[in-house]
């Protein structure tokens, strides 16, 4: 079994007036994308954040922690354009990757031009709730035991030592995709990990996998240390999961794994809606 292992950021909608005091990268490439590889954005603790492939849209949900449904008045080029990129710090800040994405939306507003506003909507989503009715939690969540009080200020050698330990410093996040060969085609299993996460945070987190916005309406305050695996669903034709025939959606492994579950309603959400964005100048 091979694993993939990269940090996840997960960035909240809060403050989205694309504030000009926003830090931002010491340098950065961008130029038109030919790649036919897969659209991947991966911020690093090391300071530098690269994107294959990527179109102005998924940067924008990256940078905002948004789904498709939150984006408002997009022109068609945001998908249809594709970029690479290459940006950087001299000086990794510390708190780990989450750091840079204040520097995306610096990114978007200096080379993008990009002006935009936040409003509220009402639109499809999942409430995030409790699975079971006495409010039980899952085998694999519990209180932390991670030091969120110096979080934001992690050094660079703490990150790579939690890369090699396997579970993130408070805040971060890691997603570990375990792959294997087999005769039907390439098992697949993802694997979830996060150190000092609220509720509404892991809601957030679940926004990408579920393509729909998640709020939390657990009530439940505090900090946790979470863990769950599942399949990727739909299953891909030929790909199989490591778990088997039946293993779990992500909807089944919240159940089980955490004692929490998605239901979908018609919930008010944040949303960002685009005023304008230009082409990017290259380099």
Known sequence: MRPHLWLVVCALLAGTGLAAQEPAFDVASIRPSQSTQPSDIRPTPWGRLTATNATARSLILRAYGLVDAQLIGAPAWLDAEHFEIDARVATAPPGGPEALIPMVRTLLVERFKLKAHSETRELPAYA????????????????????????????????????????????????VNFSTASPNGTNIKTRFRRSGITLPDLAIALQPPMDRPVVDQTGLDGRFDVEYSYAPQPPTPGVESAFGPD??????ALEEQLGLKLESRRLTVPVLVIDSIDRPTEN
Do not use: H, N, Y
């Not at 969120?148 to 090699?164: F, G, I, P, W």
């Not at 293993?247 to 089944?252: D, E, F, G």
């Open 128 to 175: 995030l709730t409790f699975a079971r009715r006495d409010r039980q939690l899952g085998p694999q969540i519990r209180s932390t035991q991670a030091d969120c009080t110096k979080a934001s200020t992690l050094t660079q050698d703490e990150v790579r030592a939690a890369v090699r330990d396997g579970w993130p410093q408070c805040g971060m996040a890691f997603v």
């Open 247 to 252: 293993a779990p959606a992500l909807t089944v």
